[in-house]
């Protein structure tokens, strides 16, 4: 089965700089990589999310790349804020129809200080 | 578009004593459902999903179990709590490709 292993466990930046949070994957069957956003006490929410066809995706300052070869994608936030601070869970899964389990990383603590 | 409602917010409950949480569904017919569980600072650990009425499949093995008795309702209890199953147990359903996910339940167990 899938395994997503996810690096760093916690990450502190200064507002203003940039932060990355990587992913491996070990089944090469999957091919949509979502990350979500987790604030304390609430529930993950969908930040972004990219398919296998692509390599990069981008929304205003947050961006997602993915390397089908090295099974590995990584998310990428420009410009941090106070409010990105949050623990952020990548996950893996095939694509496609019916019932397919979402395997999730272990989760990066990302702490932006003003 | 699809709504999910988790019944309690929070919960404190004694080592020993029963449980059952709850997960409905607006929005959809035959949804695919599944159980997170969340301990303290730790990643989210999938305990069961369900793709219809009457079926359950398990991840792991542990002292809860799960249940689909409607369509829109999913069903998360235990005989007998232990400690370690202080957490927070998210429901979570599927709006195309996008897995989303409940409020949550914060079960505090004493």
């Known amino acids: 089965g899938e395994n997503v292993e996810q690096h760093p466990s916690t990450l502190s930046v200064q507002e203003g700089d940039s932060a990355v949070i990587k992913c491996t994957y070990s089944?090469?069957?999957?091919?949509?990589f979502p990350w979500y956003k987790q604030e304390l006490g609430k529930r993950p929410q969908l930040i972004i999310d990219i398919r296998s066809n692509v390599g990069e995706k981008k929304d205003q300052r947050i961006a997602v790349t993915l390397n089908k070869t090295a099974k590995h994608f990584s998310l990428h936030i420009t410009e941090t804020q106070p409010e990105d601070s949050a623990v952020y869970f990548c996950?893996?899964?095939?694509w496609g129809t019916g019932f397919q389990k979402l395997v999730f990383g272990t989760g990066t603590r990302l702490l932006v200080s003003p | 578009s699809q709504t999910i409602h988790q019944w309690p917010a929070t919960l404190v409950q004694p080592v020993g004593s029963p449980l059952s949480l709850e997960c409905t569904v607006e929005g959809t017919s035959n949804p695919n459902l599944y159980w997170y569980r969340q301990a303290a600072g730790r990643g989210l650990q999938l305990l069961f999903y369900s793709v219809g009425i009457g079926q359950i499949s398990s991840e792991v093995p542990q002292n809860l179990s799960a249940s689909r008795p409607q369509d829109r309702q999913f069903i998360l209890s235990s005989k007998k709590l232990l400690l370690s199953d202080s957490g927070f147990y998210l429901c979570?359903?599927?709006?195309?490709?996008?897995?989303?996910f409940g409020p949550g339940t914060r079960l505090t167990v004493l």
């Open positions: 996950a893996a899964r095939p």
């Open positions: 089944d090469s069957a999957s091919n949509y």
């Open positions: 979570a359903g599927y709006q195309g490709t996008e897995q989303f």
